[in-house]
């Protein structure tokens, strides 16, 4: 038996294709119920999924509380079986996807974090100035590395929200996403990595099952200036938190870290350089380097203006009264 987790806010534009592709799974052994949490959506994401009823083996919850963390947190009360798959509202996976994972997690007992196959499913060709950006389709659509079957580093890495598995054994009651972390247009992403690399330290390393593959739905909106540049913006700000984690060493400059300063004002500087030579490519390039590092810039400010971070290195347990309290504070 395994537990399929799905998060959804106002995703109607993919959730209805995604349930649609559910229906068509090769069950696995064992079986499988599909586990999906509205969370916080104003439109009609209840009426669609209660429409699958009869057609999946479904469950639906409500998580009033807006933010990723918290709907998964109330979907990990719930699971059943040997196996969570987590996934995402704008997904098409292969019809032997859980029957893949099945015969995967059962191929590694010494493994206990998996991570799966994440394509791109285009709605439209990228554009070209898109595609000079070093890592784009990971940073932007979460594109896995195609790698054999076997462990991959415990940094995250291949190991995405969209598609990975946990075994319910190694999710006890610290096993909870951190609340600090918000998914919205302009929120701190990366719940999902820092959640696999505390389970990373207290388990073996992650393993990769390229066999368990999904689709991942990018709309026209997303292979936009706009939409690129906000999720470098975003980048930026998560590699703060889950990459640097010096800030109190580094140099400071009027409480702001000195080398990103330097940075920011030296690309601010170069900016008519870049736009003067009219190619879009290193036009996007160069604003793409800019917005990562006033991500830098925003959210090493937040995390010294913001005593929930200030024990960063010793987060506070996820749910926990004291930080569910400081979450509603905000």
């Known amino acids: 038996m395994l537990t399929v987790l799905?998060?959804?806010?106002?995703?109607?534009?993919?959730?209805?294709?995604?349930?649609?592709?559910?229906?068509?799974?090769?069950?696995?052994?064992?079986?499988?119920?599909?586990?999906?949490?509205n969370n916080a959506s104003t439109?009609?994401?209840?009426?669609?999924?209660?429409?699958?009823?009869?057609?999946?083996?479904?469950?639906?919850l409500v998580e009033p509380r807006?933010?990723?963390?918290?709907?998964?947190?109330?979907?990990?009360?719930?699971?059943?079986?040997?196996?969570?798959?987590?996934?995402?509202?704008?997904?098409?996976?292969?019809?032997?996807?859980?029957?893949?994972?099945?015969?995967?997690?059962?191929?590694?007992?010494?493994?206990?974090i998996f991570g799966g196959t994440i394509d791109p499913l285009y709605e439209r060709d990228p554009p070209s100035w898109l595609s000079g950006a070093p890592g784009w389709e990971s940073i932007l659509f979460g594109r896995t590395e195609p790698v054999p079957e076997g462990p991959v580093p415990p940094d995250g890495r291949n190991v995405y929200g969209p598609n990975m598995a946990i075994?319910?054994?190694?999710?006890?009651?610290?096993?909870?996403?951190?609340?600090?972390?918000?998914?919205?247009?302009?929120?701190?992403?990366?719940?999902?990595?820092?959640?696999?690399?505390?389970?990373?330290?207290?388990a073996t390393e992650p393993c990769f099952v390229p066999s368990a593959r999904v689709r991942h739905i990018v709309q026209c909106g997303q292979l936009t200036w706009s939409y690129a540049l906000r999720r470098f913006y975003r980048f930026g700000k998560r590699y703060w938190v889950l990459e640097t984690?010096?800030?109190?060493?580094?140099?400071?400059?009027?409480?702001?870290?000195?080398?990103?300063?330097?940075?920011?004002?030296?690309?601010?500087?170069?900016?008519?350089?870049?736009?003067?030579?009219f190619d879009r490519s290193r036009v996007f390039g160069h604003l793409?380097?800019?917005?990562?590092?006033?991500g830098l810039l925003v959210q090493a400010r937040a995390l010294q203006a913001d005593a929930r971070w200030r024990d960063w290195t010793a987060p506070c347990p996820p749910g926990s009264l004291a930080a569910d309290r400081g979450e509603r504070s905000h």
């Open 245 to 277: 984690r010096e800030a109190p060493a580094v140099a400071q400059l009027f409480r702001m870290p000195r080398y990103v300063v330097r940075q920011i004002i030296t690309l601010i500087a170069m900016t008519p350089v870049a736009l003067l030579s």
């Open 66 to 112: 807006l933010g990723k963390p918290y709907a998964l947190n109330t979907g990990l009360q719930h699971i059943s079986g040997d196996l969570v798959v987590f996934t995402d509202d704008d997904v098409l996976p292969d019809p032997d996807w859980l029957a893949a994972w099945r015969s995967a997690v059962d191929r590694h007992p010494e493994c206990a």
């Open 43 to 60: 439109d009609n994401t209840e009426e669609l999924v209660l429409s699958f009823r009869g057609r999946l083996p479904l469950e639906y």
């Open 167 to 202: 075994r319910t054994a190694l999710l006890d009651s610290r096993s909870r996403y951190d609340t600090r972390f918000f998914s919205g247009p302009s929120g701190l992403m990366g719940e999902e990595t820092e959640f696999v690399r505390r389970l990373a330290d207290r």
């Open 288 to 294: 793409r380097k800019l917005a990562f590092q006033l």
């Open 6 to 37: 799905l998060a959804t806010h106002n995703g109607m534009d993919t959730l209805g294709r995604t349930l649609e592709q559910f229906c068509a799974l090769v069950p696995p052994a064992g079986g499988w119920k599909l586990l999906v949490v």
